[in-house]
């Protein structure tokens, strides 16, 4: 059974910074590309950024670009979202994702607030 599990948020005043995790089991980790998404308060689910499968190739949303890297650990099967300056609106639930499985955790909740 394929299993995310994402940890690391949390509140977080404006500047600040968060290093989500997500932990992935069930499936053979280093074979699937991983993507992270955000639902923002009132929103519906955008994808932020992606990796490959080799975390070779990468890309994150215009609008977190330069703020938010994307990496991953195919040897501990870890999928890592490292958040910096951080604003008000990045408050939401951060995702772990992997399409080609319809996969998705439970989410971790990230609240940028002062």
């Known amino acids: 059974e394929v299993h995310l599990v994402e940890s690391g948020g949390g509140l977080v005043q404006p500047g600040g910074s968060l290093r989500l995790s997500c932990a992935a089991s069930g499936f053979t980790f280093s074979n699937y590309d991983m993507s992270w998404a955000r639902q923002a308060p009132g929103q519906g689910l955008a994808q932020i950024a992606y990796i490959s499968r080799s975390g070779g190739a990468s890309s994150v949303l215009d609008s977190v670009k330069g703020r938010f890297t994307i990496s991953r650990d195919n040897a501990r099967n870890v999928l890592f979202l490292q958040l910096n300056d951080l604003k008000p609106e990045d408050t939401g639930v951060y995702y772990c994702?992997?399409?080609?499985?319809?996969?998705r955790g439970q989410g971790t909740r990230v609240i940028v607030s002062s």
């Open positions: 994702v992997q399409n080609t499985l319809s996969a």
